[in-house]
């Protein structure tokens, strides 16, 4: 069965879109993508799945609707930056630009609020709250690419078995009744650091580091986890859409 008589789901279809955009088989010369109704039989999927997609890709800073004109594939995204807009895992949005995230070392234990490293701003909880301290080494390519370090309220999310770790811990917790992941809100910052993070990247303590912080709250507006993640300044770029209209 060929690529284009697959039945695509919505994620499935994002990513053949992109996959076809990068490589440019599927716009004209000036960028335009086809109509709707070719586009649907060209991938054999429905009205609303189509526009699920061409949405996320929207989104993601990937195309542009032209009033009156169509949809067009952006002609500058940047190469190797992270979508801010991304609503997928890491891994995810690095391998739809063709680049491998490998975790190479995890590590958690349960500590006590009052032994954690940071807790989130404007947060009031109790210092015995048992945290599951989660930290993971990854690389981008085979290169040193970031540290993350975050912790999970033990109260809402339980056990996090090592194959979780593994994987996206935001789709494990979806999969537990009752839980469903609702919003992060992330803050950026420059940090210099010390420690894991220096040794990892293998520049001095000291050295700047971007930081990304976020707290992560279920569809309920309660908090289960925060974390930063700790990126090699010299290999890191953020990319964002801004709309005007």
């Not at 993350?148 to 056990?159: F, P």
């Not at 789709?171 to 803050?187: M, R, T």
């Not at 279920?218 to 709309?243: P, W």
């Amino acid at each position: 069965m060929s690529q284009r008589e697959k039945n695509y789901d919505t994620k499935e279809l994002v990513n053949q879109l992109l996959k076809d955009i990068q490589q440019g088989v599927i716009q004209d010369a000036e960028g335009q993508l086809p109509t709707e109704p070719e586009l649907m039989n060209q991938y054999h999927v429905t009205r609303y799945t189509l526009r699920q997609a061409l949405k996320n890709l929207a989104n993601l800073g990937y195309i542009y609707q032209a009033h009156g004109s169509g949809t067009f594939a952006r002609p500058h995204h940047v190469e190797g930056a992270i979508s801010l807009q991304n609503n997928v895992g890491l891994t995810e949005e690095m391998a739809r630009q063709g680049k491998v995230v490998k975790t190479t070392h995890i590590s958690q234990e349960v500590v006590p609020l009052a032994k954690a490293d940071f807790i989130p701003e404007n947060q009031k909880l109790d210092k015995a709250t048992e945290l599951i301290s989660v930290i993971r080494q990854r690389k981008l390519d085979d290169e040193p690419f970031l540290v993350e370090h975050s912790y999970y309220l033990k109260s809402i999310v339980g056990e996090i078995p090592d194959r979780a770790l593994k994987g996206s811990l935001f789709a494990f917790i979806n999969q537990k009744p009752g839980l469903k992941v609702g919003f992060i809100d992330s803050v950026i910052e420059c940090e210099m650091i010390s420690g894991l993070p220096a040794r990892f990247f293998n520049v001095p303590d000291g050295s700047p580091s971007l930081v990304v912080r976020d707290d992560s709250y279920l569809s309920s507006g309660k908090l289960f986890a925060f974390s930063k993640i700790f990126y090699d300044f010299r290999k890191t770029k953020f990319f964002m859409l801004k709309k005007m209209h």
